[in-house]
């Protein structure tokens, strides 16, 4: 057990206003195994005047030597890859494979692709008899969750300093580890005091203090719905630009004519990785009538082989949560094709990789986000029926569609009310932007769209 003292304030650990910490609990044996001090209103106070004071400097740094901070970043997250991924599944229980190749391996890329973009994105053009300045929006404070710790944080940073702000981060609290060790990278890349602080704390703590300080010009949050509609709330009180990026319930569209077993397979696996708590995954799975019983036992099958490789969930809430909603989807009529509200372990926050079959579009299971690794399948008749399922929810995210080519998956695409749709098993792309439609929120993350949501504009006429 490791007692962290201090708050990353000012390019400095510098010790906690007040006496609290927060326990952090390694998810696959329930073991306490570190604390970090839980900030308080005068730590986020600190750490905001600290990221206030730095924001001129930064802000007038050229945009090359921004991107040599930023190409340095990556290259100490590269030289600490193994350190990260094992924090990672310390904190959140994911497997190493996925430590190291997801949590260690994505903010390694998305880092790498602000220092490029810090380097050629057109901080000023020309139009007409005007000359427009693209600057930084100012003083950011990012609010992130625990289910990609370290990506969340990286997706707001990274564009965040590539524009010229300054940042507060004050992630989540299950997993405050990796976000220590973040910062840790940031002193030895030399980025300048004050532009990254970090304050560890509970939410309605440092992270609603941090939402409303008037020193804060932008908010940008990830996480659930209810908290985000709080965070908009505050800011738009104060006239504050605010990010929103939340839930997501996502549909795989698989279109009579589509490999049916890739497409299982690989939708099994995109709700299955990382516990089932990932925003975007394809948590409903939608497929012709004539397909259906087969889809059914080919996706059972597929959960069933994850068995023993998949992690817990990160708390015992998250999984009572889950078990909850199992319990909700059987009383509701659903059938349970594999898993259930069993289990699988004695110790650890695990839940058994769960496929429900017969779900109906106004079940609970079929519209409120589970965070599990919980899979409805559900029949339709016809593409207008299929469409009228997959847009039929509050959240619009992600999605996938399958068919027997491009042509036709991508005509049903365009229909789709959703971010981001992966054609056929279309490979992530960390530089097309990533946000929700409808409740899924307000804002894009990633790529050269990513960055200019920390940018805003001045006209000079001639
Ligand atoms: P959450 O409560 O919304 O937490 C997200 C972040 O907001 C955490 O840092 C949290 O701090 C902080 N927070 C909580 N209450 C706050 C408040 N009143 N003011 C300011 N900040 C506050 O999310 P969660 O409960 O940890 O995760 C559960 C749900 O979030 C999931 O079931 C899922 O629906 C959603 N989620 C969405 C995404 C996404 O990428 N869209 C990612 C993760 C989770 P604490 O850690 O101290 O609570
Ligand atoms: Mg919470």
């Not at 990286?154 to 405050?176: H, N, Q, R, Y």
């Not at 890739?262 to 299955?272: K, L, Q």
């Not at 995954?281 to 023993?308: F, I, N, P, S």
Request: aromatic fraction near 6%; glycine fraction near 10%; charge should be negative.
């Amino acid at each position: 057990m490791k007692a962290h003292d201090g708050m990353y304030i000012d390019g400095a650990w510098r010790p906690a206003a007040g006496p609290g910490v927060i326990e952090v609990v390694n998810p696959a044996d329930e073991q306490v195994i570190a604390t970090v001090p839980a900030g308080t209103v005068e730590d986020v106070d600190a750490a905001v005047r600290a990221a206030r004071a730095a924001l001129p400097g930064w802000a007038a740094t050229p945009p090359a030597e921004r991107a040599a901070r930023l190409a340095a970043l990556r290259d100490v997250l590269v030289a600490r890859q193994d350190e990260i991924a094992e924090t990672v599944t310390a904190e959140l229980g994911s497997p190493p494979k996925l430590s190291q190749t997801v949590h260690a391996g994505v903010p390694i890329a998305v880092t790498g692709s602000y220092a490029e973009l810090a380097a050629t994105y057109a901080f000023e053009e020309r139009t007409g008899n005007s000359t427009v300045l693209h600057e930084p929006v100012g003083v950011v404070g990012a609010i992130t969750p625990w289910n990609y710790p370290l990506h969340q944080i990286v997706a707001k940073t990274a564009p965040a300093l590539a524009a010229g702000c300054t940042v507060v981060v004050k992630p989540a609290e299950d997993t405050p580890l990796v976000a220590r060790l973040f910062a840790e990278a940031v002193h030895e890349a030399g980025i300048p005091a004050g532009v990254f602080n970090l304050v560890t704390g509970l939410g309605p703590v440092a992270g609603q203090a941090l939402a409303e300080h008037p020193g804060v010009d932008l908010v940008s949050f990830t996480g659930s719905t209810a908290v985000g509609r709080r965070i908009g709330a505050i800011a738009s009180g104060m006239v504050k630009k605010v990010a929103l990026e939340l839930g997501g319930k996502s549909a795989n569209v698989i279109l009579p004519g589509a490999d049916l077993a890739r497409a299982v397979n690989v939708g099994v696996a995109n709700v299955m990785s990382n516990s089932g708590q990932t925003c975007s995954a394809w948590t409903r799975m939608l497929v012709h009538h004539d397909q259906y019983d087969e889809a059914v036992e080919l996706a059972a099958a597929a959960a069933a082989k994850y068995g023993d490789r998949i992690g817990p969930l990160v708390s015992a809430t998250q999984r009572d949560r889950v078990r909850g909603y199992i319990a909700k989807g059987v009383a509701e009529g659903a059938r349970l094709a594999a898993g259930g509200p069993d289990s699988p372990h004695e110790r650890g926050y695990y839940v058994s990789p769960t496929v429900f079959a017969d779900v109906t579009p106004g079940m609970t299971i079929a519209q409120e986000e589970i965070f599990g690794p919980v899979l409805s399948v559900l029949r339709y008749t016809d593409e207008d029926d299929a469409l009228r399922i997959a847009n039929g929810t509050v959240y619009g995210l992600a999605g996938a569609v399958w068919a027997a080519d491009e042509t036709e998956a991508v005509a049903f695409a365009r229909r789709m009310e959703t971010g981001q749709v992966d054609i056929n098993g279309g490979r992530f792309n960390p530089l097309a932007p990533f946000g929700g439609y409808k409740q899924s929120g307000v804002g894009r993350e990633l790529g050269a769209h990513g960055l200019a949501e920390y940018l805003q504009t001045k006209s000079f006429q001639f």
